[in-house]
């Protein structure tokens, strides 16, 4: 859709909930974009810290098996699938055992490194991208083209996770989801490394009353209007 010489980068970060990867992924398919979601990377190191008896806080094995076994995307499915070695693990990522240790894995220094470095290697090879997480126009991308960061009501977040899971077969409690949203927000809100935060110049959209439609179409203005400059 859009024909641009040099890099193109659109961040969204936002904690648990937002609505990040859903608008992220209807963003970028409208603007013929690839989207990177680098949560389902941290979520993926969740599962190998769970299938290979790693402990969570050891940054440094989970580092090194990262390097070892590979966690790659495959671009060529809309959204793209991701991969540990050459297992599709798209879907177990978003059980909630992986919930629960996601943002304990992701406060290890060594495991944001490795992560960070390959993300910043798919900004390069994609000239247009929608990245979305909780440290991209932060700390990954702070020179990004244009920075979007989402809020909403806890108890809405909730809601949403709850009917995300529940779609997909999983039963889950309202209260114990909701205790992981609010446990996972203080772990990252605090974290020595890349804590989440609203970064410099973002764009703010508290999405709690509105739909992904009317998040999506707030995005794409405010990008058409920069592109169109």
Do not use: M, N, P, R
């Given at each position: 859709m859009w024909n641009t010489q040099h890099r193109f980068i659109?961040?969204?970060?936002?904690?648990?909930?937002?609505?990040?990867?859903?608008?992220?992924?209807?963003?970028?398919f409208r603007l013929d974009a690839d989207c990177l979601d680098t949560g389902a990377m941290y979520r993926a190191v969740a599962l190998l810290s769970l299938e290979n008896g790693i402990d969570p806080l050891d940054g440094e094995v989970l580092a090194n098996t990262i390097r070892e076994v590979g966690i790659r995307f495959d671009w060529s499915k809309t959204p793209s699938a991701i991969l540990i070695g050459d297992e599709d693990v798209s879907d177990r990522i978003r059980d909630l055992d992986i919930s629960g240790i996601v943002s304990i894995v992701a406060k290890q220094p060594e495991v944001r490194e490795v992560l960070v470095e390959q993300q910043r290697n798919i900004g390069e090879n994609h000239p247009l991208l929608v990245s979305e997480g909780r440290d991209q126009g932060s700390v990954v991308f702070p020179d990004a083209a244009i920075r979007f960061f989402l809020q909403a009501e806890v108890n809405e977040r909730t809601k949403r996770r709850v009917n995300q899971l529940r779609q997909t077969g999983a039963t889950v409690n309202d209260e114990e989801v909701q205790r992981d949203i609010e446990t996972r927000d203080q772990i990252d809100s605090t974290r020595a490394t890349s804590p989440l935060v609203c970064p410099n110049g973002a764009i703010v959209i508290d999405t709690s009353t509105m739909t992904i439609t009317e998040v999506v179409n707030a995005m794409e203005l405010e990008v058409t209007a920069l592109l169109n400059c």
């Open positions: 659109i961040t969204i970060d936002g904690a648990a909930g937002t609505g990040k990867s859903s608008v992220a992924q209807e963003l970028a």
